[in-house]
Nanobody, 118 residues
Framework: QVQVVESGGGLVQAGGSLRLSCSASGRSLFIPNVITWYRQAPGTQRDLVAS???????NYADSVKGRFTISRDNAKNTVFLQMNSLKPEDTGNYYC???????????WGQGTQVTVSS
């Protein structure tokens, strides 16, 4: 099993910044893996925001390119999402998912709420 815990959400004004963290642990946390941030606003589907492989290959949704940066500290099994120039449409519950490629296991955290006021 893999445990996933997100943190760092909060309320921020438009134009502000937040840094989210996703910490993973567990005996099934093998490398290689891919860690992905998703965002879900009320009444909408869960959308991909950014992902990073264990080799630090990154991918971003078009809506966040140039504003968000995903990075990881493999020694601490932690992934960060630096969010700058936040917009009200960035509001939502941010979830972290860990995909362990060896087992094809997907593990989700409980989410952290981000609210951007206009």
């Amino acid at each position: 099993q893999v445990q996933v815990v997100e943190s760092g959400g909060g309320l921020v004004q438009a134009g502000g910044s937040l840094r989210l963290s996703c910490s993973a642990s567990g005996r099934s946390l093998f490398i290689p893996n891919v860690i992905t941030w998703y965002r879900q606003a009320p009444g909408t589907q869960r959308d991909l925001v950014a992902s990073i492989t264990s080799d630090s290959i990154t991918n971003y949704a078009d809506s966040v390119k140039g504003r968000f940066t995903i990075s990881r500290d493999n020694a601490k099994n932690t992934v960060f999402l630096q969010m700058n120039s936040l917009k009200p449409e960035d509001t939502g519950n941010y979830y972290c998912k860990v995909l362990v490629l060896l087992t094809s296991g997907n593990y989700w955290g409980q989410g952290t709420q981000v609210t951007v006021s206009s």
